[in-house]
């Protein structure tokens, strides 16, 4: 499979370095080669199999319109961008493209995630409130993070409840997610703590590989049990 990642950053690295090992052909695009997706024409954007976006919020929209235009498989795992969810999933449809996004692609975190959906829905009336409190490395541009907003959903959406969102940003930090239901008399504590990216990276990859021979529009949280 030949597969061109769109980003260079620590997250985006990883998944060119584990796409390689499973055996893919990879080629690498940083934001100066590629601004504002100029470098995603349809001829260069149809000598993949699949993209794999790791970019910016700022990036990412343009590099979805780019590559989905030719009928391309993309995996995207920016995040921050999903006020134009509706318009990529109808221009993916219109043009038989592919297109699989998530807020996180670690598969403990997808489990967590349906944890915390049970835990909403069990005491959704026995007076608990809940929380959700996320910190990343400094330089992470969105907060809340995607992943910290689908947790919050998933409880809210079980329980009726609101949950606040608390973002932390410090040093080089990976990721750690906690969600905390507080009753009167008892804490209930879940935490999800990244030791590293490579979870992130091996999830992307084994995402493209699955998509590689699907059209349509996917969350990784839908998919995920069947890669």
Known sequence: MRVLVLGVGKTGKLVAQVAAEH??????????ENKDGAALTPPFVAGFDVVID?????????????CLATGAKMV???TG????????????????????????FSVGVQVMVKVAAEMGKALKDAGYGFAVVETHHASKLDAPSGTSITLANAVEDASGA???IASNREGDETGTHVLVATGFSDRITLTHESFDRRAFAEGAVRA????SHRSGCYDFKDVFEKL
């Open 23 to 32: 055996g893919h052909g990879v080629h690498v695009l940083d934001a100066k």
């Open 54 to 66: 790791f970019t910016t919020p700022d990036a990412v929209v343009a590099n979805m319109r780019a």
């Open 76 to 78: 995207v795992g920016t």
């Open 81 to 104: 961008w999903y006020d134009k969810l509706a318009e990529m999933r109808g221009l993916a449809e219109r043009k038989q493209a592919g297109l699989l996004y998530g807020t996180n």
């Open 162 to 164: 609101p949950v606040p």
């Open 208 to 211: 493209a590989e699955w998509l």
